[in-house]
Each structure stands twice: as structure tokens, then as C-alpha cells.
């Protein structure tokens, strides 16, 4: 296989503690070695920044949900078409993009691994399906458990070993990678017409309340040992004064302790945090709690968190939480898709727009930034958009832009319509700090690939690593205007992922190797949870159980990552 | 003004997607880089001077350029897309999308127009002589971005969801139209001179619509306020006002509820 030889790069690892030192990496059979031959393809990178391939930890890419936005909103394409090259398919699509222009984009900006963050399990085949038409990129999905029907019913009897039973088979059975906890409770509410507004509140008819679901998650997690923590969306999103709710969940990792092979020391997720620090009560004193959640998350180190970004862009918002979409068309009156499915979650479509002239849009684009600059462990806070849900993916670079330079978010500060009454709700005006290079890389690579339980694999350049290499256009050692910035991470001038060349000088030259990635976890036989299992079946879904399961042949280069959980 | 000619000479086998024929793309260039532009016909990228034959040079911006279509053009779509300013005169009948997203200036079409006229209009005239297609001034598929300004008259008759998701503007119809007018419309005035069959202002929340002829059926969902002498159009009378859609959400304003307005002649 060939050999790569990345020359002279300022280099970023934070796995090797690599600040921006001038050195080489070396690709060789996929991996980093410690050497290639004098025959090697020698990429210079000279005046440029090299860092591991990018892991994207939440986005809604690939399934259902995605898919429905894509058809009611066939606006979204308009104008966006780029027709077929030598290299890639014709691709589109804005906030919704086509998987293949999903592929592109992600590994145009340096993305080499992401994961779709709420996949519903009766729905797997259909998540699997686009995954396999996304190229490049490593995936996987996390199957949605916080309103499910078994779940409910084992935690409400304290049974986290039969709980972990199930899951272990639900992974097996969607070909999962993590436990995904959406508005815990609150989705199975709304097929009755209600809500779970705090973690305290009952699920109707299972009588369990959202501390209860997450505390029994967090213990079947760590029960299983899975790779990745639990990943939550919290109850209340998207309303004002929500951010004590965000306490309340978050507080429930205290009386949590890791257990994993994976050197995963970190038991809750806590995904687009922007979305859970509001302060006020009405949209009139809406205002930033990100000093308050974030001086929480710096304390409790057994947490993780992405930022949910705003972009400020019209956008299609789509979550499991179907109280919360309903909740917002009744705000813009935009169209709305609902779906219940079944035993297991719901979910709700809504486009959106994030206008720079709307005082609330202008808080929440100050609160996701916020949230990043005022992160104490990098290794802990990662960049989202939870695309599309606060704005699409591609908008990654102006986030680094606008976190990398004051410079810039003053320019956008002071061009929004209502920026005294932002600055008074905020604390973005009076923030200085601008994140490093280092500080990305840990954002971006490092950090979420060590959440993730993929240390050994990705966000490093370590010799054993997969070969995931970027190389943008970028020197650290000169001063760069805002939109320089923005310029270079938007299209990298190399990317190898897993050895083979995929980007080269921003253009796709290669549909690369992608891998799936699921969870294996062999648990003890349980006949109990089998017979629960088929009991349902019969009693309630409405396709057989041998109809459910995603069988191999839906996996591009599936790589099932082991756990042995049993006792 | 300087006045460019374009004269189909070469009509293509498939439809020609031109919406490069604007004053805007027109502006500053000289008769053969106009014929150097690009069209797409089906998948291949193809330009503008394998079709039509052109004469003249644009004026230095868009408001000095004028251009005038001749020939056969029933299957060329785009004509006048997002153009700012200028004149567009077209002596026959082009296919779909003529004057789509237009923001400024005047088109005038001789003949007729096909589907989506005018579609997410925001500024200027659009004027056409014959009939025109289904969703006039409308919004583009899934959009609820309709007509948002500028004018629109059709001297003929139009289709059917003409103004669908209106928010501005005016369009005139001078015949008649078929079903579905002004369907989710939020703001702007349809005024229809003919017949209507059915489903007016269905789903509206604001706006007015003016219809001088006949409805069919009424939609349920409207209720009589008042006979009321009004001036529309250059005709003076009396018409019956009623208020629509209740079944749909309507706004606050001044303590007052805003409802869709129809008006039809007595
Ligand atoms: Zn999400």
C-alpha cells in the first residue's frame, strides 16, 4: 500500500501533547507509523497546519427524519445543485444536503468520522441505508432509548441488569453505537398530549420521571461498558429559564463512575448546551446562563458537552423531541412534520430561521459561543451546530472563525439589529479570548474521539492511529484577517483518511473507504428479557421481530467495536 | 438605453433553461460574450449563441440594458429570472419561470406564459398580453415565501393557484382564473376581473382579494361583514367584503383580530 509522508507541517496533536511544533507524520497500510521508506508520496506542508481528521460527535445526517426534511422541503435545494465531476456525484441541498454532498463536505473541512445522533430503532435499516450512501466518512448512529417502553418499564423496578440486557440486544439488533436519551419522558408524553418540562415530572402511565430514566441509563452504560457515555438531550430545550433544568440532569452524573475498557472517563453527554442555558422566563427578558451552566460543567468532570452553535442561517430543525417541534410551529407557523413511532420515540420536523435581526436568534448565536469560550478543560467541550438543528454543518469554519478571532464577532456584534439589548442579555461583548489552534484540535479531534471511546483510533497522530491527516492552508506563526480564517478550514488542502488521499486542495478526488461502526456487547443469556422482547412483538409493534433487526449486508465495512459485559 | 436583440434561430430539442437572458447578466457585454453565455439544454451545458442569434450590446448596467426576444421560445424557461432592473420585451410565448424571483424592472410578454410566472416576485412589472399558467406570483414547491412585491397583470386568463403564499404585491388577472386563488396568503392583493370556480383564499391569514366575476362554491371558511363602495383598478362600485379564512390562525393588531379580506363585485 502507499506510503505518506506529511513534511515540515505545523503540527497539532493533542494526544501526543504536539502544539504546533514543525514536524512529519507518517501514513503507512492506513495507520501512522513512526517511519515510511524513501519511496514514500511525500506531501509538503510547509507553512500549513496538519492535525488529525476531524470527529464529529452530534449531527442528524443519515435516517427518517433527515430524509422527511429533505421532502417537504424541496426549497432548502433551490439553487444549491453542483453537477457531477470525475470524482463525486452531483450533490445539494442546503441544510438537508443529499448524503453524497453530506460525504463531501464533512471531508472538505478536515471531517473524517461523524455520528447521527438520533437514530429510532424501529427505523435503523432506513439510517443505515443513507449511511451507506455517504461517502467517505467513518459513521455510526446512536439508537434513542429515553422514551422507550422496555427501558421505562425495567428502570421503573430498579432492573439496570435486564435494562442493559435490552440494550445490549437493541444495539445488536439496529446495529448501534450508543445509548441516546432524548427529552427523557417527555416524547412518550406527547403521544399523550403533555410534556416532561423538569426531571421531576411523571411519565404518564409509566409513572417514571426523566432523573429516574437518565440516572438508570447512566448505570446500564456503565453496567454494559460501552465506549461511548450516555448522550442527552435534555428536558425543557429551547425555553427560557431552562438552564435549571440543565443543572438538575447534570447533577445525576455525580453519584455515576466510569467502568469501560476504552479510558472513556466521562458518564454523560450533555448535547447543544446552547439550547439548555436560558435564563428569563418570557422570549422579552430571555437572557444568557452560560456562566452558570459552564461554571457547573468546568467542576463536574465527569461530563462531556457539545455547544450547539447558532449559525444564523435558515435551517430545518428535526429532533426526537416532538413536544418541543410542535411547541416551535406554533411560534413561526412554518410547516411541521410529526411522527410517532411506536414503542420507542417520536419526532418532529420544522424549518427555522436564524435571523441576525431577530433579538433572540442574536442571544442564542452569543450563548453557543459563549458556552466554547468560557470552557476551562477542551478536552471536554466539543463544536456542534447539532446540524441542521442550530444551523448546518457546513458552517463549521465561521464558528473556528468566530472563536478565533474577537475581532470577528465584534464585526458581527455590531452589525446585528438589536446589539445594545444582545450585550445587555450576554456576556459575549465582554470576552476576549480567543481559542488556539491546540484548542481546536481538542475540540474537534481529541476530545470527542476520547468521549466516544475511540481514543485508540482517531483525533491523534500518535503511530498506531488510523492515517487520518489534515492539512489546511493555514500558518500559525502569521496574523489572519477573520475571513482568512474561515477561508482555510472550509476546504483543507489534503486530507488522507485512513491512508487513501480524499481531498486535495479542497476539491474530492477520492469516494474513500468508509467504515460503519456498532456496538457488540455480549451480555449474560437473559430468557426474561427475550420473552419481553417477543411478548411485545406480538402484543404491540406492528412488524415482526424478524423484520426489525438490520442485517449485515446494510453495513458498508461494518467494524464492531467488542464489549464483554458478561458477569 | 441600449437595446439587445436576441432572435431564436436554432430552437433546442429539449427545454433551455436561460436565465442568463436578464438585463443583469446582460449589462456591460457585447453581443458576442452575450452569445458566449451559458444555458443548460437537459444536462449539457450549452450557451446562449447556439440557439439565438444576437445583435446589439447591453448598456453599462442593468437599468440601461433592454432585450428583446424574438422567434420561438415555448421552450425556453428563466427568461428574466432575478433581474433588478431594465426591460425585457418578449414577442412570443416562453415556457415556465419567466420573470421568477424578479426584483426590479419591466417585463413584458406578447404572448403567454406557462407555470410559475413571476414566482417569488419581490419588486417591478411583469406585464403579460395572453394567458398564463398555474401558480402565478406564487411561491416556489414547499416555500411559503410567495410574491413579496412589485406587480403582475395578466391581460388573459391564469391557472389555477395563482398567489399561492402571497405575502406582497399586486397581481391583476383581467379574465379568468381556475381554482385556488391566494391559498395561505399573508399580505398583498389579488384582484381576478373574471370568474373564479372555487377554493378562494383558502388557508388565508391576511391580504385582500378582489373578484369582479362569479365563484362557483365559496369556501366555508368565509363569513359576510358589509356591502362596501369601493375603487379597484380603475372601476368604481360596490362590493361584499368577507372576512376568511376562520379556520386559519389570524394575527393581533391594535387590539383588533386581522382577517383576510375578500371582496367580491355586486
Ligand atoms: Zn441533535
Redesign the pocket.
Known amino acids: 500500500m502507499t506510503e505518506y509522508l506529511i513534511k515540515n507541517g505545523f503540527v497539532f496533536d493533542p494526544v501526543q501533547g504536539i502544539k504546533g511544533d514543525k514536524a512529519d507524520v507518517a501514513v503507512k497500510d492506513g495507520r501512522i507509523v513512526t517511519g515510511v521508506s524513501s519511496g514514500a508520496k511525500v506531501i509538503d506542508a510547509a507553512g500549513k497546519t496538519v492535525m488529525a481528521g476531524a470527529v464529529e460527535i452530534?449531527a442528524?445526517i443519515a435516517g427518517p427524519k433527515v430524509n422527511e426534511g429533505r421532502n417537504y422541503r424541496p426549497e432548502d435545494k433551490l439553487f444549491t445543485y453542483t453537477p457531477k465531476s470525475r470524482q463525486s456525484r452531483m450533490a445539494g441541498g442546503f441544510s438537508i444536503p443529499t448524503t453524497f454532498k453530506t460525504g463531501y463536505e464533512y471531508a472538505r473541512m478536515g471531517y473524517t468520522t461523524a455520528m447521527e445522533?438520533?437514530m429510532p430503532p424501529l427505523y435503523a435499516r432506513h439510517v443505515h441505508e443513507e449511511m451507506r450512501d455517504t461517502p467517505i466518512i467513518d459513521e455510526g448512529a446512536y439508537p434513542v432509548f429515553g422514551n422507550n417502553w422496555f427501558v421505562m418499564e425495567y428502570l421503573k423496578n430498579g432492573e439496570i441488569e435486564n435494562a442493559a440486557a435490552y440494550i445490549a440486544w437493541l444495539l445488536r439488533a439496529s446495529k448501534g453505537y450508543a445509548i441516546k436519551v432524548v427529552n427523557p419522558g417527555g416524547t412518550e408524553a406527547w403521544s399523550w398530549g403533555l410534556n416532561c418540562l423538569t426531571v421531576n415530572d411523571p411519565v404518564p402511565y409509566f409513572d417514571i420521571t426523566p432523573a429516574e430514566i437518565m440516572t438508570g441509563l447512566m448505570q446500564a452504560n456503565e453496567f454494559l461498558g460501552l465506549p461511548h457515555s450516555m448522550h442527552v438531550?435534555q428536558n425543557s430545550l429551547g425555553n427560557p429559564g431552562n438552564y435549571t433544568v440543565t443543572l438538575d440532569s447534570l447533577k445525576l452524573a455525580e453519584k455515576i463512575k466510569p467502568n469501560n475498557k476504552f479510558g472513556r472517563d466521562t458518564v454523560l453527554h450533555s448535547?447543544?448546551l446552547q439550547f439548555h442555558s436560558y435564563g428569563g422566563d418570557n422570549w422579552g427578558n430571555f437572557e444568557s446562563k452560560s456562566k452558570e451552566v459552564m461554571d457547573y460543567v468546568n467542576r463536574q468532570k465527569n461530563i462531556t458537552i457539545d455547544t450547539g452553535c447558532v449559525t444564523l442561517d435558515e435551517t430545518t430543525t428535526m429532533?426526537a423531541d416532538g413536544p418541543f417541534e410542535h411547541h416551535l410551529t406554533e411560534l413561526n407557523h412554518l410547516k411541521w412534520a410529526n411522527i410517532d413511532v411506536e414503542l420507542e420515540t417520536g419526532s418532529g420536523v420544522v424549518p427555522y430561521v436564524y435571523s441576525p435581526d431577530i433579538k433572540v436568534c442574536e442571544i442564542q448565536w452569543a450563548i453557543g459561543l459563549e458556552i466554547a469560550l468560557l470552557t476551562k478543560d477542551h478536552m471536554r467541550t466539543f463544536i456542534t451546530t447539532?446540524h441542521p438543528?442550530a444551523g448546518p454543518f457546513i458552517r463549521y469554519p465561521r464558528i473556528i472563525k468566530w472563536l478565533m478571532s474577537a475581532e470577528a464577532r465584534k464585526e458581527r456584534i455590531d452589525s446585528f439589529k438589536h446589539s445594545a439589548k444582545m450585550i445587555d442579555a450576554t456576556l459575549i461583548a465582554g470576552m476576549d479570548r480567543e481559542i488556539s489552534l491546540y484548542e481546536l484540535a481538542q475540540m474537534t479531534r481529541a476530545g470527542p474521539a476520547k468521549a466516544l471511546g475511540l481514543a485508540n483510533l482517531y483525533g491523534g497522530l500518535a503511530p498506531g492511529m488510523d492515517g487520518d491527516v489534515v492539512v489546511y492552508n493555514f500558518n500559525p506563526e502569521k496574523d489572519h484577517k477573520p475571513d482568512e480564517i474561515e477561508k482555510a478550514f472550509s476546504a483543507a488542502a489534503f486530507v488522507l483518511k485512513r491512508g487513501t488521499p480524499v481531498v486535495v486542495d479542497g476539491e474530492i478526488v477520492s469516494n474513500g473507504n468508509k467504515r460503519t461502526l456498532w456496538v457488540d456487547a455480549k451480555t449474560d443469556e437473559n430468557p426474561q428479557v427475550m420473552r419481553d422482547i417477543r411478548d411485545k412483538f406480538l402484543r404491540y409493534y406492528s412488524i415482526n421481530m424478524n423484520n426489525y433487526e438490520v442485517a449485515g449486508h446494510f453495513l458498508t465495512n461494518p467494524m464492531a467495536i467488542e464489549v464483554d459485559a458478561t458477569r | 438605453m441600449e437595446t439587445v436583440t436576441i432572435t431564436m434561430k436554432n430552437p433546442p430539442g429539449l427545454f433551455l433553461e436561460a436565465d442568463n437572458v436578464s438585463p443583469d447578466t446582460f449589462a456591460g457585454k457585447k453581443a458576442a460574450d452575450i452569445a458566449a453565455l451559458h444555458a443548460f439544454e437537459g444536462r449539457e451545458q450549452t450557451s446562449l449563441g447556439k440557439y439565438f442569434e444576437v445583435s446589439g450590446n447591453g448598456g453599462a448596467t442593468a437599468a440601461d440594458t433592454r432585450i428583446v426576444v424574438k422567434g420561438d421560445v415555448s421552450r425556453v424557461k428563466y427568461i428574466g429570472m432575478k433581474m433588478t432592473a431594465g426591460e425585457v420585451v418578449i414577442e412570443n410565448s416562453p415556457d415556465m419561470y419567466t420573470g421568477a424571483w424578479m426584483q426590479g424592472g419591466k417585463l413584458l410578454v406578447k404572448g403567454s406564459t406557462n407555470a410559475f410566472t413571476g414566482i417569488g416576485m419581490k419588486g417591478g412589472e411583469l406585464v403579460i398580453e395572453g394567458d398564463t399558467g398555474n401558480y402565478l406570483g406564487a411561491a416556489y414547491r414547499g416555500d411559503w415565501r410567495g410574491m413579496q412585491g412589485g406587480i403582475i397583470r395578466v391581460r388573459g386568463n391564469a391557472g389555477s393557484d395563482t398567489g399561492y403564499f402571497m405575502n406582497g404585491g399586486t397581481i391583476i388577472v383581467e379574465g379568468n382564473t381556475d381554482v385556488h386563488v391566494g391559498t395561505h396568503m399573508e399580505g398583498g392583493t389579488i384582484i381576478i376581473k373574471g370568474n373564479v370556480p372555487s377554493k378562494v383564499g383558502g388557508q388565508m391569514v391576511e391580504g385582500t382579494i378582489y373578484v369582479f366575476g362569479t365563484i362557483d362554491v365559496m369556501m366555508p371558511g368565509f363569513k359576510f361583514v358589509k356591502d362596501e363602495e369601493m375603487e379597484v383598478d380603475g372601476y368604481k362600485g360596490l362590493f361584499s367584503l368577507f372576512h376568511g379564512d376562520l379556520g386559519e390562525r389570524h394575527p393581533k393588531r391594535k387590539g383588533q383580530v386581522v382577517y383576510g379580506k375578500l371582496y367580491q363585485k355586486i
Do not use: F, P
Open positions: 452530534h442528524h445522533a438520533a438531550h448535547t447543544h429532533t447539532d438543528n
